[in-house]
């Protein structure tokens, strides 16, 4: 089946490329940006000539994507207001807010306009509020890295004031999701978590809810590690406990032990990428700071069973390609100015 695939996915590619200059009807850019998702997941797991998440196949993963993000952004966001383009938009920028967050960038559809407009017609859903937040962090991580790269400066401590307020904003955001629409992911995290229940073969709402849990344990993270990297060692002290990164790692842990004994394969794969990746790159990151995190490692590692190899190496994999794309964007803007 792989040659077969292979050669539906050049004809795919080439398919798309000749409707690109074409996409004044509604139905061609349905189908393109549908077609496009659908390149995106087979980079993501069959791409031919690269190992399952090595550099070279996140490389072609991120061109796929931001090509697609760029053909949706041609358009204005009133667009996506109705019918079944609301629903592939939606999709579509769930992905590629994740990987905004794992490149730590700013997110063009973070924009006001981007958050609103498509939603003229239709009620926001649950994870459509939880993305909403975490488009929104992909601004402040970016202007947080910005600070830290700075040195010491006389505008560092007022910029990261603001970054701080900012944290402290989405954290009350977060609050607020998870005591409302939120609140069935949280209590299914927490009953997975505490193992209880009959495992049976999960639903596709079993499915839904738990990608909402890992994706709210993986936003946690890289927020409350921006929040205490810009703010002073004597107040985290005082802060509850919700706000250490560390837990949300413990829990990506168990929920992944629960969920693991389904046994569904690179739909799991799929499912868990980036929650694991978030914690694996927060964990790395805090150690070469000096700190020790083997309990929080331990607990991602020994979840994973068989999967651990692939999920080592999807994170070497995405951290290459991260390092590729900062060096052609700044390849980039050189040549622009």
Not at 191 to 209: F, L, M, N, Q, W
Not at 295 to 320: C, K, P, T
Request: with cysteine; proline share 3%; charged share 20%.
């Amino acid at each position: 089946m792989l040659p077969s695939c292979q050669q539906m996915y050049g004809q795919t590619l080439r398919s798309v490329a000749s409707y690109i200059g074409n996409t004044n009807e509604q139905q061609d850019l349905a189908s393109i940006i549908l077609v496009g998702s659908m390149l995106c997941l087979y980079e993501c797991t069959y791409a031919p000539g690269c190992e399952l998440f090595s550099s070279k196949q996140m490389e072609k993963y991120f061109a796929h994507v931001f090509g697609f993000e760029a053909l949706m952004m041609s358009k204005d966001p009133s667009f996506y207001a109705q019918g079944i383009l609301h629903y592939i938009f939606c999709d579509t920028r769930f992905q590629q807010i994740t990987l905004q967050l794992q490149l730590r960038k700013r997110a063009p559809f973070a924009e006001k306009k981007w958050t609103t407009l498509p939603w003229m017609y239709i009620p926001k859903t649950t994870k459509d509020i939880l993305i909403d937040i975490m488009a929104d962090l992909c601004c402040v991580i970016e202007k947080s890295d910005s600070i830290a790269l700075q040195g010491s400066t006389s505008e560092q401590a007022s910029q990261r004031k603001e970054v701080v307020l900012e944290c402290w904003r989405l954290h009350q955001e977060m609050q607020k999701w998870t005591a409302g629409l939120g609140y069935p992911a949280i209590h299914y995290l927490n009953r997975a978590k505490a193992g209880s229940g009959t495992r049976v073969e999960p639903t596709a709402e079993d499915c839904a809810i738990s990608e909402m849990s890992l994706l709210y344990c993986a936003t946690c993270i890289i927020l409350y590690e921006c929040l205490r990297a810009n703010s002073d060692k004597s107040d985290v002290a005082d802060w509850p406990e919700e706000t250490n990164p560390r837990l949300y790692c413990h829990k990506i842990g168990s929920f992944l032990e629960f969920f693991m004994a389904f046994e569904q394969g690179r739909k799991i794969i799929q499912m868990v990428i980036f929650a694991v990746l978030t914690g694996l790159q927060f964990i790395t990151r805090q150690e070469a700071l000096g700190d020790n995190l083997v309990e929080e490692r331990m607990a991602l590692f020994m979840s994973l069973g068989d999967l651990r190899g692939v999920i080592l190496g999807a994170v070497d994999g995405v951290d290459q390609a991260s390092t590729t794309h900062h060096v052609k964007e700044l390849s980039a803007s050189k040549q622009m100015t």
